[in-house]
């Protein structure tokens, strides 16, 4: 019988090296030889999917956005993956011609998704599977295939390479809840740690690499009471999940209308990728910065004569704007880095409980529907609540000291680093992409990987 290894990638390139690992991993407890087996998508779509979905466009689900995003076919959820296809397209925000044009297009490429998952779940026996970024498309894979005794690698901030038997989709994306207890010296290390990176985002932080800093003239800041952290537009809308909001976009009008109601004045700050040059998943012609600049100009055009709206249109650093903010400023993000940053700083903060933190942790004022970020929103400055600190320093912990983080010494990326430096292939401060590109035009790709492991955690 063959003994078959699943995944959503080709084995070629980078995906060669992170494949390799996996394999690599195994071998410490299944001594049988596995073949690899790419999962090739099915010319045929599933008839009954489509059937369900004439019944969603029949009772109306497909012209509400707030419940396209919870539609469900054999109690998986699709709508979330849905919804992150059509809004990967610039002009879904603007036109609902274009909307519902990739909404047929993609409820089509989904049908088809399906019956490539079931095929596989009915064809092949397989224990072992890596799924790359457990999210949108790849989500449904995983929970067609999640209900048989399995193990899944995959890869996504803010774990390394890991592999779980877990059945809880958000348990395997996200710093999960622990209680830990640290001396007062393993504090101060961590926090002194954290506050190097918080305040050197710019050399620390891979996807800002390639960001140009601007400078900016910060005069009377003390008098805005509220920040908000604007978030792309166009990429991966609901990979963390559904949390009464179907993009980024939506949120943040929400978020502007309702401070406008209340006449405080407040600030928004771009993300400093709106003005990079970054593309969707290597596509050329999906430039994500452009387009995500667009929606952000028209904004600013929308609320331009709104007198106490701040819009910082320019990649600015944080560290250098809070310095001039008011002590009781509340800081309003969706997720993101934003979020321990403000903490860092000293103030309160308002972030969405669909994270890469486990909103166990008391970290910020969450919400996880519209009627609560409403609430949240109203309440005064002295009826929010500060990070617990504990909890804080339990996050920074595993973001930043891990050995298995972004940061640590065995995240996969820092390994291949260090072994082509030694090679002189890269310099040892080379960025990440510059290392990817290095590693996918080496020839003999097998002479690195057959020098290079490392441990892969069970999440």
Not at 27 to 55: A, E, G, H, M
Not at 327 to 342: D, P, V, Y
Not at 393 to 409: D, P
Request: overall charge positive; hydrophobic content about 35%; glycine content about 2%.
């Amino acid at each position: 019988m063959e003994h078959i290894f699943l995944t959503t990638r080709k084995p070629e390139n980078i995906y060669q090296y992170i494949i390799g690992l996996c394999l690599n991993d195994l071998r410490n407890s299944y001594k049988k030889k596995l073949t690899i087996k790419k999962i090739k998508v099915q010319k045929i779509p599933d008839l009954f999917f489509l059937l369900i979905c004439l019944k969603y466009l029949i009772n109306g689900s497909f012209f509400n956005k707030s419940k396209t995003a919870t539609l469900t076919y054999k109690k998986i959820n699709f709508g979330t993956s849905l919804i992150t296809l059509i809004y990967n397209n610039f002009d879904t925000y603007n036109s609902s011609v274009k909307y519902y044009y990739y909404l047929l297009k993609n409820l089509y490429f989904i049908s088809k998704i399906f019956k490539t998952a079931f095929f596989y779940e009915k064809n092949y026996q397989f224990k072992y599977a890596y799924i790359d970024h457990i999210t949108g498309i790849n989500s449904i894979f995983y929970n067609v295939f999640k209900n048989k005794k399995r193990i899944f690698y995959t890869n996504r901030h803010p774990n390394n390479i890991c592999k779980t038997k877990s059945r809880n989709y958000d348990e395997i994306n996200r710093v999960n809840h622990k209680k830990k207890i640290f001396s007062k010296i393993y504090k101060r290390k961590i926090l002194k740690t954290a506050k190097n990176i918080f305040e050197s985002i710019q050399n620390t932080y891979y996807w800002m690499e390639k960001t140009n800093w601007s400078s900016y003239n910060f005069n009377d800041l003390k008098k805005y009471e509220y920040i908000i952290y604007a978030h792309t537009f166009t990429d991966t809308q609901l990979e963390q999940g559904y949390d009464g909001f179907i993009s980024t976009l939506e949120w943040l009008k929400f978020t502007i209308d309702e401070l406008l109601k209340k006449k405080v004045k407040f600030i928004v700050k771009a993300h400093p990728n709106f003005y990079k040059n970054v593309t969707l998943r290597n596509q050329t012609n999906k430039n994500v910065a452009k387009w995500d600049n667009k929606l952000y100009q028209n904004l600013i055009k929308k609320y331009k004569n709104e007198k106490n709206i701040l819009f910082i249109n320019k990649p600015i650093l944080n560290k250098h704007l809070v310095k001039k903010l008011n002590s009781k400023c509340i800081a309003i993000t969706k997720f993101g880095s934003a979020q321990l940053e403000m903490i860092h700083f000293g103030f309160k903060v308002i972030a969405s409980s669909k994270n890469t933190i486990d909103p166990k942790f008391s970290l910020y004022n969450s919400w996880e529907n519209k009627k609560k970020y409403r609430e949240i929103l109203n309440k005064k400055w002295k009826d929010l609540k500060f990070a617990n600190k504990n909890n804080y320093i339990t996050v920074l912990e595993y973001l930043f000291l891990n050995q298995n983080s972004n940061f640590g010494k065995n995240f996969y990326l820092n390994v291949l680093r260090d072994h082509m430096t030694k090679l002189k292939l890269v310099k040892k401060n080379s960025p990440y992409d510059k290392i990817v590109k290095e590693f996918n035009n080496f020839k003999d790709k097998s002479e690195i990987l057959k020098s290079i492991n490392i441990p892969i955690e069970e999440v």
